[in-house]
């Protein structure tokens, strides 16, 4: 990475369950040969996503959508459009065929259509595709090419079939507009399409696996309910159960290649500095949402450090935490603070000083940088690294 923008987040959380795993138990690791609470990068994402969105911190044209009802989508769009529903759906499937995007049905017509995987495409892409389906001549030649395509045939047979069917003139314009819509999250957390591998885009943004600073125990909530109208006369719970939880001050780290984002958002500089700038700022204020209506674990971190440099390369500080910090005199999160801090500057001591990192410290708001004035510094480094 020639340039690229670090964050590092220590956020004390109380007692949760945010990232569930299969059997519904918080997600853990086994780190420094001790266990430690885990939130998963996959989750992490989602929900910086979803604040992206959410909180406006990107124009919905700069976004990105990732599903399997792609063709009810692009079907809907065209309806809007004036087309008649069936043929529209019969349009899109073709066109998606084309593509080698196969289109799936419940046989007994129930649900919706779905593709065989998740599709993650930005609004701009979606638009374009919808226009190219609804040109006329292009929509009357999808439609003939779906009545003479894979009927009575199924399965790899069926998809090859659509391949063929599908005008090569149109599907040649589609692939040629799944350029990443200059899509923020797209752009950020990249794109994987099995059948289309000339559309992927690799991610500009690595995330890691958030893990506590310390030990922990998985803790158990024992939970009964009553039901309001039950006699006077009766006692005893309607319901019990039991929900696990921990509660951990997490150690989380991400990393952005500003040149690869730059160039996955088309070289747009000012929209490549707004994307760290809401990468930042989404990361920061959100968290998986696993059973909050339980917990209600809504803790902002204590302590934040963006690194913005154009040499050397990305340091993870996990290491800080092989020891797992004990909760000793000042606490958990002072004693991770200062740990953290320490293995910044061993590493520097051995590898070079970087960049002087832009720090947010809620234990000592006195010599901290607001939240705010982080952003607007962020957004200045940002913008000075790209046009250098």
């Known amino acids: 990475m020639r340039h690229y923008l670090e964050l590092h987040i220590l956020q004390n959380v109380a007692p949760s369950n945010l990232n569930r795993d299969d059997t519904g138990s918080p997600k853990d690791c086994i780190f420094g040969g001790v266990r430690r609470a885990r939130l998963s990068s996959q989750s992490l994402k989602r929900a910086a996503r979803d604040r992206m969105r959410d909180a406006q911190l990107v124009p919905t044209e700069n976004l990105a959508y990732r599903t399997k009802r792609l063709s009810g989508q692009l079907v809907g769009r065209l309806v809007e459009m004036g087309k008649p529903a069936d043929q529209a759906e019969a349009a899109v499937s073709c066109a998606l065929g084309g593509l080698g995007i196969k289109v799936v049905r419940n046989p007994e017509g129930e649900g919706d259509a779905k593709t065989q995987y998740l599709v993650f495409l930005g609004e701009r892409e979606l638009a374009k595709v919808t226009s190219l389906i609804a040109e006329e001549k292009t929509f009357e030649a999808l439609l003939a090419a779906a009545e003479a395509g894979s009927e009575g045939k199924s399965g790899k047979a069926a998809k090859k ?94 990393v952005i290649d500003l040149d690869l984002l730059l160039h996955n ?55 800080a935490f092989e020891k797992p910090v004990r909760a000793e005199g000042a606490g958990l999160v002072a004693a991770s603070i200062d740990i953290l801090k320490e293995e910044a500057l061993r590493l520097e001591k051995i590898y070079g000083h970087r960049a002087d990192a832009l720090e947010v410290n809620a234990l000592h708001p006195e010599k901290s940088l607001t939240f705010s004035e982080l952003l607007s510094s962020v957004e200045s480094r940002v913008r000075e690294l790209l046009e250098g």
């Open 161 to 254: 079939e659509a391949k063929k069917a599908a005008p090569a003139d149109l599907i040649k314009r589609l692939k040629e507009s799944l350029d990443g819509g200059k899509a923020v999250d797209l752009a950020l957390f990249g794109r994987m399409l099995a059948d289309l591998p000339e559309a992927n885009r690799d991610a500009a943004c690595q995330v890691a696996h958030a893990i506590s600073t310390h030990r922990v125990e998985r803790e158990f909530d024992f939970y009964t309910a009553v039901d309001d109208l039950r006699p006077d006369d009766t006692s005893g719970a309607d319901m019990l159960g039991t929900v696990e939880f921990t509660s951990s001050c997490f150690y989380r780290y991400a």
């Open 265 to 319: 958002l088309g070289e747009d500089r000012e929209l490549a500095v707004s994307a760290a700038k809401a990468f930042v700022s989404s990361s920061v204020e959100s968290l998986p949402s696993g059973k909050q209506n339980s917990f209600a674990a809504h803790n902002p971190p204590s302590y934040i450090a963006v690194v913005a440099a154009d040499q050397g390369s990305p340091r993870n500080l996990a290491n």
